[in-house]
């Protein structure tokens, strides 16, 4: 049974124009959403006008399109004054395309209790802040959906960036769908959707997304769509494949990690999932020779292991594997000419049929380091070391490099790069994080006897390294201090929570700066 809208009333006589903003991100079709709603009112006898102010690129070109309506009947043959600006406390409508985007608009003013009915998607496209965060930068949804909530008048939502994905259609016709369900406009349903087939493209998709977008506006749901809020916690996993891995490993794996699942399964239950995903990271990262090594290290740490609920031992298990697969040149061209991969752009990404051709370009920027890790320890040195062939180097790659992995001769190259596994472990930086991992073990073996508390936040210090180039370069600055501090912390009887709140400080700061004044200063404290 299709859900009909509330009866909307006679069209008002005005005094002031419906005002409406659209806070959408590049290629979610806001400017054709904006274009249906003009073409909406201007079919119906009314004035209308839209403008768009662009955003910054840190949102994938976030916008703001700005639209006003005013009934023609009543102007006595004048046209109106129209704006070109959303005014904060001013605004009708707003519509936003993800929950951060209904998260811009309370900040910017637009939705006011008072007089604003929000619709936006709970659909999240994380912002760079959010991914680049050198710890947990995700913005809280349940935070954006209070405050949404708290500064609207309205607050209809759903997954409306599923149901476009579930349509084969893009955001914009579930959102005017939306518009047309709340009744916030004085048309019909059959006009809105007269709008969208005098647009003449893609006018079936459009239309099947418009009519869900309507029924979860017209009629929501009594329990709260929470679909698309917030990833779940990697931490969670799911409770059958949990039980999976306590009870038997070795259902998990293949034929070739048969011996190490039987290993795990003489491991504390508890770390057990966490252990089987290692071995098959660290297989396939390398071979099955570096998963017994990465077995061999954390049953180093499990053997000294007395917390209550095995922390050390999970946590160890964890990020000893992360740390052992450290992203590199040949990692990172192993992921690019995976074929699920290609598969996912092809049919998540592009949306392409069979008939249409797809090509994907790589923009590489490869410093001197990152070409010299590859290499053979002595050969990685010296071209580290020569100036010559650093500025050869600089003058080839500071520009970035595009390399088409759809062709033949850009996938030949990325393959067998990626093939370069073998002689992966001659490298350079090879030699280099094996070293650093030990000693970071080390440090965590030496000090699980006498405060296992302590030892695990040690563990936890790994977090901090992360990402390539400069960005690896500052984590590992911030993780050396934070391994120097722990000799210093160590008699403190509040050392661990005192290397927790030091953690904290160098995953707030990439730059390090707040770490380092808080060890220069000595102050702080475990509160």
């Given at each position: 049974m299709t859900a009909e809208a509330p009866e909307r009333p006679a069209t008002p006589a005005l005094t002031r124009p419906i005002t409406m903003a659209i806070l959408a991100m590049g290629g979610e079709g806001g400017g054709v959403l904006a274009d249906w709603i003009v073409a909406l009112a201007e079919d119906n006898d009314w004035f209308a006008q839209s403008t768009s102010v662009p955003g910054v690129a840190q949102r994938t070109g976030a916008t703001v399109y700005y639209v006003e309506l005013l009934p023609r009947a009543g102007s006595n043959g004048r046209y109106p004054v129209l704006g070109t600006m959303p005014t904060p406390g001013e605004v009708d409508i707003v519509v936003a395309s993800e929950l951060m985007e209904a998260g811009r608009s309370v900040l910017r003013g637009f939705a006011t209790p008072d007089r604003t009915t929000l619709i936006g998607s709970t659909s999240r496209t994380y912002a760079m802040p959010e991914r680049t965060a050198m710890g947990e930068g995700r913005i809280d949804s349940a935070e954006l959906i209070a405050a949404a909530e708290g500064s609207s008048r309205r607050f209809i939502r759903g997954d409306f960036g599923r149901i476009a994905d579930q349509t084969g259609s893009v955001i914009s016709a579930v959102l005017f769908g939306a518009i047309a369900g709340a009744a916030v406009l004085p048309f019909t349903r059959e006009q809105f959707e007269d709008a969208i087939r005098a647009g003449g493209k893609g006018v079936e998709p459009s239309l099947?997304?418009?009519?869900?977008?309507?029924?979860?506006?017209?009629?929501?749901?009594?329990?709260?769509?929470?679909?698309?809020?917030?990833?779940?916690?990697?931490?969670?996993?799911?409770?059958?494949?949990?039980?999976?891995?306590?009870?038997?490993?070795?259902?998990?794996?293949?034929?070739?990690?048969?011996?190490?699942?039987?290993?795990?399964?003489?491991?504390?239950?508890?770390?057990?999932?966490?252990?089987?995903?290692?071995?098959?990271?660290?297989?396939?990262?390398?071979?099955?020779?570096?998963?017994?090594?990465?077995?061999?290290?954390?049953?180093?740490?499990?053997?000294?292991?007395?917390?209550?609920?095995?922390?050390?031992?999970?946590?160890?298990?964890?990020?000893?594997?992360?740390?052992?697969?450290?992203?590199?040149?040949?990692?990172?061209?192993?992921?690019?000419?995976?074929?699920?991969?290609?598969?996912?752009?092809?049919?998540?990404?592009?949306?392409?049929?069979?008939?249409?051709?797809?090509?994907?370009?790589?923009?590489?920027?490869?410093?001197?380091?990152?070409?010299?890790?590859?290499?053979?320890?002595?050969?990685?040195?010296?071209?580290?070391?020569?100036?010559?062939?650093?500025?050869?180097?600089?003058?080839?790659?500071?520009?970035?490099?595009?390399?088409?992995?759809?062709?033949?001769?850009?996938?030949?190259?990325?393959?067998?790069?990626?093939?370069?596994?073998?002689?992966?472990?001659?490298?350079?930086?090879?030699?280099?994080?094996?070293?650093?991992?030990?000693?970071?073990?080390?440090?965590?073996?030496?000090?699980?006897?006498?405060?296992?508390?302590?030892?695990?936040?040690?563990?936890?210090?790994?977090?901090?390294?992360?990402?390539?180039?400069?960005?690896?370069?500052?984590?590992?600055?911030?993780?050396?201090?934070?391994?120097?501090?722990?000799?210093?912390?160590?008699?403190?009887?509040?050392?661990?929570?005192?290397?927790?709140?030091?953690?904290?400080?160098?995953?707030?700061?990439?730059?390090?700066?707040?770490?380092?004044?808080?060890?220069d200063s000595g102050t702080l404290r475990s509160s």
């Open positions: 099947r997304a418009f009519g869900e977008g309507f029924r979860v506006a017209a009629a929501p749901p009594a329990v709260d769509i929470q679909i698309g809020v917030r990833p779940p916690d990697p931490n969670a996993p799911d409770p059958q494949v949990l039980r999976q891995a306590q009870q038997d490993p070795a259902s998990l794996v293949g034929s070739r990690l048969k011996s190490q699942a039987a290993r795990i399964a003489q491991m504390t239950v508890e770390s057990r999932l966490v252990l089987v995903e290692g071995i098959k990271r660290t297989a396939e990262y390398q071979d099955v020779a570096y998963a017994d090594e990465y077995l061999d290290r954390v049953g180093s740490v499990a053997s000294l292991d007395t917390s209550a609920d095995h922390r050390l031992t999970t946590e160890a298990a964890r990020y000893t594997a992360l740390w052992m697969t450290y992203e590199d040149t040949i990692r990172v061209a192993f992921h690019k000419v995976r074929a699920r991969r290609f598969d996912r752009i092809r049919t998540e990404e592009a949306r392409a049929d069979d008939a249409q051709m797809v090509q994907i370009r790589e923009y590489l920027h490869p410093q001197v380091e990152e070409i010299s890790d590859t290499m053979p320890t002595a050969l990685g040195r010296w071209l580290l070391n020569s100036k010559v062939m650093n500025r050869l180097i600089h003058r080839v790659t500071h520009k970035g490099i595009k390399i088409q992995t759809t062709s033949f001769w850009g996938y030949t190259v990325l393959y067998f790069l990626a093939r370069m596994q073998p002689i992966r472990r001659r490298s350079l930086r090879f030699g280099q994080e094996q070293a650093r991992i030990d000693a970071w073990l080390g440090l965590v073996r030496e000090y699980a006897p006498r405060n296992v508390d302590l030892a695990c936040e040690i563990v936890e210090c790994q977090q901090v390294v992360k990402g390539y180039g400069e960005t690896h370069a500052n984590g590992m600055r911030n993780f050396m201090a934070l391994m120097d501090a722990v000799p210093r912390l160590a008699d403190d009887p509040h050392a661990a929570h005192r290397l927790k709140n030091l953690r904290t400080l160098a995953l707030s700061d990439e730059t390090g700066k707040a770490l380092r004044d808080a060890l």
